[in-house]
C-alpha cells in the first residue's frame, strides 16, 4: 500500500486544495499539522527551497507547490480526475489554475496590504480579474463543468477564503450584485460534500483572519 503524508497548515488554502483532491480520488494518507511561525525539520528537509506548504510525500518521494501536486495527484490515482481528458480542455484548465494565482489571488491580497492612495487601483484590478473569471463560468454548475475540477478546486479561495476575510472586515468586494454568477457558484461550490469536508471552520478562520487584516484597509 502506497504511504502517504501532506504536511500542511490548517488555514492554508494550499494545502486544502490537496486535501481536497487526495479526498476526492479516495486516497488515505496522513496528515501532519505544520507551524508556519516555527517549521519543522521535516518541512525544511522536503521543502528546503520555499520552505512552505504543502508538501506531499509518496513512498518517501517529495512533491511541492499545490499545483504541481495536484496535477501529480491526478497523474498517481486516476479514479475521479480532476483535469479533462482533451488535450485542450485541459490546456484551458491550466490557464485559469494559473490565472487565479497569478491574477486573482495577488490582486485581492494588494487590496489588504496596500497603501491607501493605491487601493482604489487595486480593488479596480481584483474586480477586473474576477470578473474576467465569472466569465469564463458561464452557465456552468461549476467551472470543471457538472463536476468539481482542477480550477474549483484552486479556485477554493475564492469560494471561502474571501468571504471569511469580507466577514472578518465587514468589506464587500464579491456580492450578488456585482458577480452573480459567481456568487451563484459559489453557493453551489461551499454546499458540495467534498468541498464542505475539507474546508476549515469558518468562525476560526475568521478569528484567526481579523487580527490580521486591517478593517480599513478594505473599505471602499
Request: hydrophobic content about 40%; overall charge neutral.
Amino acid at each position: 500500500m502506497a504511504e502517504v503524508k501532506l504536511l500542511g497548515a490548517w488555514g492554508s488554502p494550499f494545502s486544502r486544495r490537496v486535501e481536497m483532491a487526495l479526498k476526492l480520488k479516495g486516497v488515505e494518507y496522513e496528515y501532519i499539522e505544520e507551524d508556519l511561525a516555527n517549521k519543522s525539520p521535516l518541512l525544511l528537509k522536503h521543502n528546503p527551497i520555499h520552505k512552505k506548504v504543502p508538501v506531499l510525500l509518496h513512498n518517501g518521494k517529495t512533491v511541492a507547490e499545490s499545483l504541481v501536486i495536484l496535477e501529480y495527484i491526478d497523474e498517481t490515482w486516476k479514479s475521479n480526475p480532476i483535469l479533462p481528458e482533451d488535450p485542450y480542455d485541459k490546456a484551458m484548465a491550466r490557464f485559469w489554475a494559473k490565472f487565479i494565482d497569478e491574477k486573482c489571488m495577488p490582486a485581492i491580497w494588494q487590496i489588504m496590504w496596500s497603501k491607501e492612495n493605491e487601493r482604489e487601483k487595486a480593488i479596480e484590478e481584483a474586480i477586473q480579474h474576477l470578473k474576467t473569471l465569472e466569465n469564463e463560468l458561464k452557465d456552468k454548475k461549476f467551472f470543471g463543468g457538472e463536476t468539481i475540477g482542477l480550477v474549483d478546486i484552486v479556485a477554493n479561495f475564492i469560494g471561502f477564503w474571501l468571504g471569511a476575510a469580507q466577514e472578518a472586515t465587514g468589506m464587500e468586494l464579491v456580492n450578488k450584485e456585482r458577480f452573480p454568477v459567481l456568487c451563484k457558484w459559489i453557493d453551489e461550490y461551499v454546499n458540495c460534500s467534498v468541498v464542505k469536508e475539507n474546508l476549515p471552520p469558518k468562525d476560526k478562520l475568521i478569528a484567526f483572519l481579523r487580527p490580521r487584516l486591517s478593517a480599513s484597509s478594505w473599505k471602499y
